[in-house]
T-cell receptor
Framework: ETGVTQTPRHLVMGMTNKKSLKCEQH?????MYWYKQSAKKPLELMFV???????ENNSVPSRFSPECPNSSHLFLHLHTLQPEDSALYLC????????????????FGPGTRLLVL | GQNIDQPTEMTATEGAIVQINCTYQ??????LFWYQQHAGEAPTFLSY????GLEEKGRFSSFLSRSKGYSYLLLKELQMKDSASYLC?????????????FGKGTKLSVIP
């Protein structure tokens, strides 16, 4: 496989469930990201990892817990979510966080469409 | 960077040219990106500008003016498949961090 993959593509969960979203990138990139995309709102950055270390947490509620075991894999663990958390969750990766020459260009996975009941 | 502003919707005719504008705050600016997102799909990278001027890539071109905090995406010879949302994003740096901030997107409808 090439590019950025995400599983599952669709997820329905109750507010008391625990689930995990998985992202894998096959591009040899060093940085990985989680975004949330809700209807009528811009893409919202949630977390940033660079060389497996978390560098950004954009005031995300603790019911979202990221994990980055290595530079190729990123997880988003979900527990006790709320209906307003229903959205498209997108994973992205880039060669680096910055540095010019396009190294910071982010490439997105297909997303996980999450519905919280 | 941040405070990305772009039109919500635009309509254009097949075969025509359309320009989608984007403005952003200039402080902390490190680059301007354009992405295309078809309904229900992930954003796909179109262009990246870090210096002033026009970058051309096939039917798509992107322009940047750093002093004005302004960019546009130019789409030529429009095709029906170009109907999508076009996202302007500003790479912002501040306090040692780098973040890509997205606008709400411009939904382009191409009509016959």
């Amino acid at each position: 496989e090439t590019g950025v993959t995400q599983t599952p593509r669709h997820l329905v969960m109750g507010m008391t469930n625990k689930k995990s979203l998985k992202c894998e990138q096959h591009l040899g990139h060093n940085a990985m990201y989680w975004y949330k995309q809700s209807a009528k709102k811009p893409l919202e950055l949630m977390f940033v990892y660079n060389f497996k270390e978390q560098t950004e947490n954009n005031s995300v509620p603790s019911r979202f817990s990221p994990e980055c075991p290595n530079s190729s894999h990123l997880f988003l663990h979900l527990h006790t979510l709320q209906p307003e958390d229903s959205a498209l969750y997108l994973c992205a990766s880039s060669q680096d966080l910055a540095g010019g020459q396009g190294a910071e260009t982010q490439y997105f996975g297909p997303g996980t469409r999450l519905l919280v009941l | 960077g941040q405070n990305i502003d772009q039109p919500t919707e635009m309509t254009a005719t097949e075969g025509a040219i359309v320009q989608i504008n984007c403005t952003y705050q200039t402080s902390g600016f490190n680059g301007l990106f354009w992405y295309q997102q078809h309904a229900g799909e992930a954003p796909t990278f179109l262009s990246y500008n870090v210096l002033d001027g026009l970058e051309e890539k096939g039917r798509f071109s992107s322009f940047l003016s750093r002093s004005k905090g302004y960019s546009y995406l130019l789409l030529k010879e429009l095709q029906m498949k170009d109907s999508a949302s076009y996202l302007c994003a500003d790479l912002y740096s501040g306090a040692g961090s780098y973040q890509l901030t997205f606008g709400k997107g411009t939904k382009l409808s191409v009509i016959p």
